[in-house]
């Protein structure tokens, strides 16, 4: 899968993170994800470095520091609306599974370059086949960058913890 990127769904400004299969049919597949999450993703993509690390880069340094690679992120499941993931993790010769929300798997995805996969089922049952018109709506092309970045960090801003409900 390709992360193509994070972006917020109207009208309820619910934050997604897009994944495009690299082959076969090239499905799209949406996963909602938290504010925190989605801004963590779209600065790694952005290539943005803060100031002091945060949760996911403080994440692939505990990795680099103890010489673990994460090989690949899977998409695993999808149950009541849930989508699961997997870390697959390496050191020499062992390996590591380890169960993640998908929204956390990405972020360290895009930052330690691993691959993420989506299982079949997850694709046949979230996923779905774009036209181009449908593609250059979901997808920030580069054009527009600026200002859904801008957008999003101004949803993040204004939204509070009760806003989720309690």
Do not use: C, K
């Not at 340094?61 to 690949?72: F, G, I, P």
């Not at 590591?96 to 930052?111: E, F, K, Q």
């Amino acid at each position: 899968m390709e992360v193509l990127g994070v972006r917020v769904e109207l009208p309820t400004n619910a934050p997604i993170v897009l994944l495009r299969e690299r082959n076969g049919d090239e499905r799209l597949l949406p996963i909602f994800i938290g504010g925190a999450e989605a801004s963590s993703i779209s600065r790694a993509l952005d290539g943005a470095t803060p100031p002091r690390p945060m949760t996911h880069d403080l994440m692939r340094s505990m990795l680099e520091e103890v010489d673990v690679t994460l090989e690949r992120v899977v998409i695993t499941e999808l149950a009541d609306r849930t989508f699961f993931a997997d870390l697959y993790l390496r050191r020499t010769s062992d390996t590591w599974t380890i169960s993640s929300r998908p929204s956390d798997a990405i972020a360290l995805a895009v930052r330690t370059g691993a691959p993420v996969f989506a299982a079949d089922e997850v694709l046949l049952e979230a996923g779905y086949v774009a036209d181009e018109d449908d593609l250059d709506d979901d997808v920030d092309d580069g054009e527009d960058h600026e200002d859904v970045v801008e957008e999003f960090r101004q949803f993040i801003d204004e939204i509070s913890p009760e806003d989720f409900g309690g």
